[in-house]
């Protein structure tokens, strides 16, 4: 893997807003209609008025350097003793009258990275047990955190709730929910251990920063997520974070890139392995720090929940597959069919005991 301090330019690079002149399709917005691309010059102060989850558009520097932002404040509140919502903006917040100090404090505790846990449960694992669905068997509601959980996105996505609107999955949920809207025999082939090569695919003609390409990779038990545009030699990463999964399907993040990069793509595919980054990192932030890959992979997961990402409109030259070991199966567009009472959305472990 590049160096996360090499800085790679191509003549092949397109302006950062080249693709971004290419409208969204109307019917593939997210459904935060409120969200914003606008990023706030103060990346911990929340304008009044402005959405909650606008962050999950930002540009990935930006959220390299909000985190160091969040971290550096959480710090300095420690140091002389402010109380938990002081220096977040929080007091910007529009809350109702029956808004209390706990909601505050529960805010500040999911946004400021120091009060997340890498390696156990933290308070956004507490609160996202209320959104883990029985929908697929091997994959229980009440595991632990860190192990894969499938997600309900509509009740988290759009709920009124200002500490819900905070809340970020981690990103085994968010793979694990996206393979499961995918198909459900998606998510098998991904957790069949006899599958040596695993690739889910979303391909987008027309990138924008709400409608990316996607790819999520597993060789052995190395994991890859991403996002991404297809620039023809090269694959230009906005989200970009690699995972290990324990041998009891515990996942741990373990890198997480640091502003844009990209990856070299060769007449046999792109070069997963490589990434080079073409941004400067801010100092004393290292991509393989755990607290912030966490970071990073909570948000990212966010942000496929926000745009429906196992889904397509093939007439905008959008497509979506999976490749199981070199078997390729095509994705379906799921607001072509109701999957409800048609059978799919069960677990497919259900179909064969039946």
């Known amino acids: 893997m590049s160096s996360p301090h090499k800085v790679a330019a191509s003549v092949w690079d397109a302006d950062d807003d080249e693709f971004d002149r290419w409208p969204v399709p109307e019917n593939h917005k997210p459904r935060t209609k409120t969200a914003s691309e606008d990023v706030p010059s103060d990346p911990t102060n929340i304008p009044s008025g402005s959405s909650n989850n606008s962050h999950a558009y930002a540009e990935p520097l930006i959220l390299a350097e909000r985190y160091t932002t969040l971290r550096e404040a959480s710090i300095r509140r420690a140091q002389i003793g402010e109380g938990l919502d002081e220096g977040l903006g929080l007091q910007n917040l529009q809350l109702d009258d029956t808004a209390t100090d706990s909601i505050h404090a529960t805010i500040t505790e999911l946004q400021d990275p120091n009060y997340s846990s890498p390696f156990g449960e933290d308070k956004n694992d507490e609160l996202m047990k209320s959104f883990f669905s029985k929908k697929y068997r091997s994959l229980p509601p009440d595991a632990p955190a860190r192990h894969m959980h499938i997600v309900e996105t509509k009740d988290l996505i759009e709920s009124k709730d200002p500490v819900i609107q905070y809340l970020r999955p981690r990103l085994c949920d968010g793979v694990a929910t996206v393979l499961h809207e995918t198909s459900p025999k998606c998510l098998d082939a991904f957790l069949d251990s006899r599958v040596k090569i695993f690739e889910w695919r979303r391909d987008v003609a027309k990138a924008t920063k709400l409608n990316m390409c996607g790819i999520i990779r597993r060789v052995g038990n190395e994991v890859l997520v991403g996002t991404f545009r297809n620039l023809g030699f090269q694959c230009r990463f906005t989200y970009l974070v690699r995972s290990s999964i324990c041998f009891n399907g515990m996942w741990t993040n373990v890198y997480a890139n640091i502003g844009k990069g990209m990856t ?91």
């Open 264 to 354: 070299p793509r060769t007449s046999a595919g792109p070069m997963w392995a490589r990434f080079e980054p073409s941004e400067l990192p801010p100092e004393d932030l290292s991509p393989t720090d755990p607290l912030y890959a966490l970071y990073i992979g909570r948000d990212l997961a966010r942000y496929m929940f926000e745009v429906d990402f196992w889904d397509f409109v093939d007439s905008e030259g959008m497509s979506l597959e999976w490749e199981v070991d070199g078997v390729v199966t095509k994705g379906c567009m799921k607001r072509r069919s109701s999957r409800e009472g048609s059978g799919e959305g069960q677990d497919s472990q259900d179909e064969d005991e039946e």
